[in-house]
């Protein structure tokens, strides 16, 4: 297969129109990932009824891939149950956007993590309660 | 669709025009090396030997023997880094260097270091001009001395005469990398004190995989690579005399039209300043005077450059970043750290750098493009 110049047009649909941009207020599980040395960060708000993801927003500061993975990932975690949600991974989400360059796998692919750790922050708060 | 506005000059010039004219002179069939004494080869030899007078007249070179064409300026960089640096080895093993040269000067540095070289950067202030003072970290034992005359990142300009005053008072030689001065702004090797000079063929508006080094007669220089005494043996192979000849017609056009263009180039330049850090949270990035007259460069808070660079590429706009995101190593800018950018404020940079196709009537767009492109992503962001 010939080297992909530049990101796929799956990658540039999400990043100039991301869906579920925003902030939940009082969310049922937070989740941030990243640092601004490496120029990713990524945060995920989930709302969760009945076991299930029924709202779910990010916000990211970083590249393209960061952007288009955040977007991406919130949409396959919308509708699913936390345990499905927790099994979507890295590679689910670049495959979704028919790819990522090389590069881009490792440091901009966090969107799976920050997903994972709002789930986390959702199941520890009900441990508590 | 609107037309393209291309603001990546220092990144890739198209070739001027009137280089391509003179390119085509050269019939099809020419061929002929250099080396030869036949007819053919005594055409090509003429045709660097004008080459080089035009280069030399464009840095005020006295001697057109002081150049040597390379491949490019990383090429001469390096030549003129590890080539003095070790042919020189005996009066001393240190080499010194500002902390924001590129990286074709740095990491040649940074090898010199393997073989028991010492290397100190240099810091620069805010506006990354050099710290005088700290040259003084140059000592009888720095064989080289390496500060650019401008750079690529942040426009600044440097004082390369009083560089090359305290250099030359502790008896080390000044290598300067004008890749993105020369054409821009007057350079003068005698004037300024410069014992070696880089230079592109293609930032002069000449074709890719070309490049020259100065070397002040009486400088010892070693090989870098080894093989047939071209280029007085500093850079063996055959000659690229088609790219020789279309750098020099380059380096002549951009002598003539220097004064002319670089004066229209700053007035867009200024416009485009002006504009752009009207945008909230928008800073200029490198010296606000002393600059050059094509480079505008800003940085802009919590937003990250290789989306800005995305995102005007979708508004029909081409511009550079020093963001660590477009880099292939993924490293933030080292230009943007060393004048005292924290990281998250390294990541948001945007470079526009003009040439021959800008005009002032794209300032309007491109200021508009920018606070779009600003406002959205600002509306993603968690910082």
Known sequence: MAEQVGYSQKVMEHFMNPHNVGVIENPDGYGKVGNPVCGDIMEIFIKVKDDVIEDIKFRT???????????????????????????????????????????????????????????????????KE | MEQRIYLDHAAAMPVHPGVARFCRQFPEGFAGNPSTLYQEGLEAQEAIFRAREKVAALIGANAPDSIIFTSGATESNNIAIRGTALRNQRAGKAVVLSAIEHISVLNPAKDLQKSGFVLTLVPVDRYGTIDLDALGAVTPETVVTSVHYANNEIGTIEPIREVAEIVHDRGGL??????????????????????????????????????????????????????GGQERGLRPGTENVFGIACMGEAARLAGEEMPEESRRLRAIRDRLIAGITEIEEAYLTGHPTERLPHHASFRFSRI???????????????????????????????????????????HGSMIATLGRGNNVDQVPRIVEATRETVKRLRAITPL
């Open chain 1, 61 to 127: 500061f970083g590249c393209g891939s960061a952007i288009a993975t955040s977007s991406m990932v919130t949409d396959m975690a919308r509708g699913k149950t936390l345990d499905e949600a927790m099994k979507i991974t890295r590679d689910d989400v670049a495959t979704e956007l028919e790819g990522l360059p090389p590069r881009k796998m490792h440091c901009s692919n966090l969107a799976a993590d920050a997903l994972h750790s709002a789930i986390e922050d959702y199941r520890s708060k009900q441990k």
């Open chain 2, 174 to 227: 000044l290598h300067v990398d004008a890749t993105d001065a020369a054409g821009r702004i007057p350079i003068d090797v005698e004037r300024d004190g410069i014992d070696l000079l880089t230079l592109s063929g293609n930032q002069l508006g000449g074709p890719d995989g070309v490049g020259a080094l100065y070397i002040r007669p009486g400088v010892r220089v070693q090989p870098v690579l080894v093989g």
């Open chain 2, 304 to 346: 990250e450059g290789e989306s800005i660079q995305l995102a005007m590429n979708m508004l029909g706009i081409a511009v550079a970043t020093g963001s660590a995101c477009t880099s292939r190593t993924l490293e933030a800018s080292h230009v943007l750290l060393a004048i005292g950018l924290a990281h998250d404020e390294a």
